[in-house]
């Protein structure tokens, strides 16, 4: 490591700084803390991506560094933080595995992460190669707080915390993605969170709650409905 | 053994003994300046210690001989321990007899006495703390270990000075995995000394209390030198720090005694750093319940694995 550049370093401190979000994501209670976190996830990826474009002189990365800042620091926050007042969700129920078992699950998946990005970043031929294994492993940590949080605001932070690991893994593996493809992947993910916003007060109209295994009685009242 | 090499060794010892209450006294007037309360004189510690020492001993009457000797066998080692980590220089004679694994070695024996003698006299309580002890113990042993792996696979040796001195001496650069066992390391650092997060040091409280609920049956003199050996493996977990993660300024390979001058005010400097920032998380966090210890150490650990795999994959 010794001998790098300082900014490939840098890079390299983003990319553990990312895992180390993710699992902090995984061990938060706090939805609040939770859509904090996400910001500040999303401030080391706008940090990453501009080391990035300094290093490498692709002008497109500051475009999507912008962009980064625009939605992924500012406005998605904003609008969470917006939708935990209006629903006033500020905990999440005890998630299905403790924290300590999500963790050690964690460990693992970083472990099987790596051991699959490691053919991949053999073919890369970016500098930030090494960096992929992290991407992906941020990318099944969101998965796996997905997984086993009930909460939907929770998993709604689960998917835009896996779409932060994608956007890296793509800016290691190639140096960030088309940007139409960018532009599109962001405007999904805009749209999404509004209309997963709408999505939640229509799920705590019906439940009272915001808690997503009370979906799972959907099937039996469906079936009630279509014999009646 | 070259003259320098003793001198350096024991300037350190002096240093641990003498600075050690200094440094709990630091991090105690810290702590009562972030509570607005006004704040006990810095020496308090030493003359706790010097006022036990002058009572007369109080013994239990079914104690055996192994309480009356724990508190000197725990004082020992930690002396021991204090000469073995580089806090100052890092050519130290006694280093050659035990590396980093063999000094966690030496605070485990420590507290398996600790532990052993507050169960001698069979008081509720000292048996309580004892338990507590253990499992604290057995959680941190390994996250510590696991730290000292990521130090040990950077520099490819287990012999503390030997890791200081690579570290010290190599071009600067970022470690993430470093940093992951940094904050691994002060985790493991609180639970270990009884800081807040898992005990306090300033309860009487006994439902809660950890480390002062061992020490309850002893006296005078016992009493002096368990608090005494407490303050030391404070100073001595903080030096492990700074021989980890902030090598810079101990004197390294056959300098001139000038480096080892320049060394005491480095280490002064760190250690008031340390004790400030030590005072700061405990005060801004709030003391977990015995229940919750394992998952604050398993985090500890956690952390310590995930520096290990970072420093694997990026090779940093």
């Given at each position: 490591?010794?001998?790098?550049?300082?900014?490939?370093?840098?890079?390299?401190?983003?990319?553990?700084l990312?895992?180390?979000?993710?699992?902090?994501?995984?061990?938060?209670?706090?939805?609040?803390?939770?859509?904090?976190?996400?910001?500040?996830?999303?401030?080391?990826?706008?940090?990453?991506?501009?080391?990035?474009?300094?290093?490498?002189?692709?002008?497109?990365?500051?475009?999507?560094?912008?962009?980064?800042?625009?939605?992924?620091?500012?406005l998605?926050p904003?609008?969470?933080?917006?939708?935990?007042?209006?629903?006033?969700?500020?905990?999440?129920?005890?998630?299905?595995l403790?924290?300590?078992g999500?963790?050690?699950?964690?460990?693992?998946?970083?472990?099987?992460?790596?051991?699959?990005?490691?053919?991949?970043?053999?073919?890369?031929?970016?500098?930030?190669?090494?960096?992929?294994?992290?991407?992906v492993?941020?990318?099944?940590?969101?998965?796996?707080?997905?997984?086993?949080?009930?909460k939907?605001?929770?998993?709604?932070?689960?998917?835009?915390?896996?779409?932060?690991?994608?956007?890296?893994?793509?800016?290691?593996?190639?140096?960030?993605?088309?940007?139409?493809?960018?532009?599109?992947?962001?405007?999904?993910?805009?749209?999404?969170?509004?209309?997963?916003?709408?999505?939640?007060?229509?799920i705590?109209?019906?439940?009272?709650?915001?808690?997503?295994?009370?979906?799972?009685?959907?099937?039996?009242?469906?079936?009630?409905g279509?014999?009646? | 053994?070259?003259?320098?090499?003793?001198?350096?060794?024991?300037?350190?010892?002096?240093?641990?003994?003498?600075?050690?209450?200094?440094?709990?006294?630091?991090i105690?007037q810290?702590?009562?300046?972030?509570?607005?309360?006004?704040?006990?004189?810095?020496?308090?510690?030493?003359?706790?210690?010097?006022?036990?020492?002058h009572?007369?001993?109080?013994?239990?009457?079914?104690?055996?001989?192994?309480f009356?000797?724990?508190?000197?066998?725990?004082?020992?080692?930690?002396?021991?321990?204090?000469?073995?980590?580089?806090?100052?220089?890092t050519?130290?004679?006694f280093?050659?007899?035990a590396?980093?694994?063999?000094?966690?070695?030496?605070?485990?024996?420590?507290?398996?006495?600790?532990?052993?003698?507050?169960?001698?006299?069979?008081?509720?309580?000292?048996?309580?703390?004892?338990?507590?002890?253990?499992?604290?113990?057995?959680?941190a042993?390994?996250?510590?270990?696991?730290?000292?792996?990521?130090?040990?696979l950077?520099?490819?040796?287990?012999?503390?000075?030997?890791?200081?001195?690579?570290?010290?001496?190599q071009?600067?650069?970022?470690?993430?995995s470093?940093?992951?066992?940094?904050?691994?390391?002060?985790?493991v650092?609180?639970?270990?000394?009884?800081?807040?997060?898992?005990?306090?040091?300033?309860?009487?409280?006994?439902?809660?209390?950890?480390?002062?609920?061992?020490l309850?049956?002893?006296?005078?003199?016992?009493?002096?030198?368990?608090?005494?050996?407490?303050?030391?493996?404070?100073?001595?977990?903080?030096?492990?720090?700074?021989?980890l993660f902030?090598?810079?300024?101990?004197?390294?390979?056959?300098?001139?005694?000038?480096?080892l001058?320049?060394?005491?005010?480095?280490?002064?400097?760190?250690l008031?750093?340390?004790?400030?920032?030590?005072?700061?998380?405990?005060?801004?966090?709030?003391?977990?319940?015995?229940?919750?210890a394992?998952?604050?150490l398993?985090t500890?650990?956690?952390?310590?694995?995930l520096?290990?795999?970072?420093?694997?994959?990026?090779?940093?």
């Amino acid at each position: 490591m010794n001998g790098a550049p300082l900014t490939l370093q840098l890079l390299n401190f983003c990319a553990a700084l990312l895992l180390l979000l993710s699992f902090a994501m995984l061990s938060q209670r706090r939805i609040v803390n939770l859509v904090n976190l996400l910001a500040v996830q999303g401030s080391v990826l706008l940090l990453a991506t501009l080391l990035l474009a300094a290093r490498t002189g692709q002008h497109h990365l500051y475009l999507s560094a912008a962009l980064t800042l625009g939605l992924k620091v500012i406005l998605l926050p904003w609008l969470l933080h917006r939708l935990i007042r209006r629903l006033g969700v500020y905990w999440d129920a005890e998630p299905l595995l403790n924290i300590s078992g999500t963790m050690l699950v964690g460990v693992l998946t970083v472990v099987f992460a790596f051991g699959l990005a490691q053919p991949i970043s053999q073919l890369a031929s970016t500098a930030t190669r090494n960096a992929i294994g992290i991407a992906v492993a941020v990318v099944l940590l969101s998965f796996l707080m997905m997984i086993t949080r009930r909460k939907a605001m929770s998993q709604v932070v689960g998917f835009l915390s896996m779409e932060n690991g994608l956007f890296f893994g793509a800016m290691s593996a190639t140096y960030g993605m088309p940007m139409v493809v960018e532009f599109g992947v962001a405007l999904d993910v805009l749209v999404a969170v509004l209309v997963l916003g709408i999505f939640f007060f229509q799920i705590r109209e019906q439940f009272d709650s915001l808690d997503l295994h009370h979906l799972e009685s959907l099937r039996e009242e469906a079936g009630h409905g279509g014999r009646s | 053994m070259r003259p320098i090499e003793v001198v350096t060794q024991l300037l350190e010892l002096a240093a641990a003994l003498a600075a050690a209450p200094l440094f709990l006294g630091w991090i105690n007037q810290c702590r009562a300046w972030l509570q607005n309360r006004s704040a006990p004189s810095i020496w308090l510690p030493y003359r706790g210690i010097a006022k036990l020492f002058h009572k007369d001993a109080v013994i239990a009457v079914r104690a055996s001989a192994l309480f009356r000797l724990a508190p000197y066998i725990v004082f020992g080692a930690m002396v021991l321990a204090a000469g073995i980590i580089p806090s100052m220089g890092t050519r130290l004679p006694f280093t050659r007899i035990a590396d980093a694994i063999a000094l966690v070695g030496l605070l485990a024996t420590a507290r398996v006495f600790m532990s052993l003698a507050a169960m001698d006299v069979g008081t509720a309580f000292g048996t309580l703390g004892a338990r507590r002890e253990m499992m604290v113990g057995f959680l941190a042993e390994p996250a510590l270990l696991m730290i000292i792996f990521v130090a040990s696979l950077i520099s490819a040796t287990t012999a503390l000075p030997a890791i200081t001195e690579h570290l010290a001496t190599q071009t600067l650069g970022l470690y993430p995995s470093l940093a992951f066992t940094a904050v691994a390391f002060t985790m493991v650092l609180l639970a270990e000394n009884a800081r807040i997060p898992i005990d306090n040091p300033a309860t009487h409280l006994e439902l809660t209390m950890i480390h002062e609920a061992l020490l309850l049956e002893y006296s005078a003199r016992h009493l002096a030198l368990m608090e005494w050996a407490a303050a030391l493996k404070l100073f001595n977990y903080a030096c492990i720090g700074f021989a980890l993660f902030i090598p810079w300024g101990v004197s390294t390979g056959q300098e001139a005694p000038l480096a080892l001058l320049a060394s005491i005010p480095v280490l002064a400097a760190k250690l008031i750093v340390a004790g400030g920032a030590l005072a700061l998380i405990e005060t801004v966090s709030a003391k977990l319940r015995v229940f919750r210890a394992p998952e604050f150490l398993a985090t500890a650990f956690l952390f310590a694995v995930l520096g290990l795999l970072v420093h694997l994959l990026l090779g940093a």
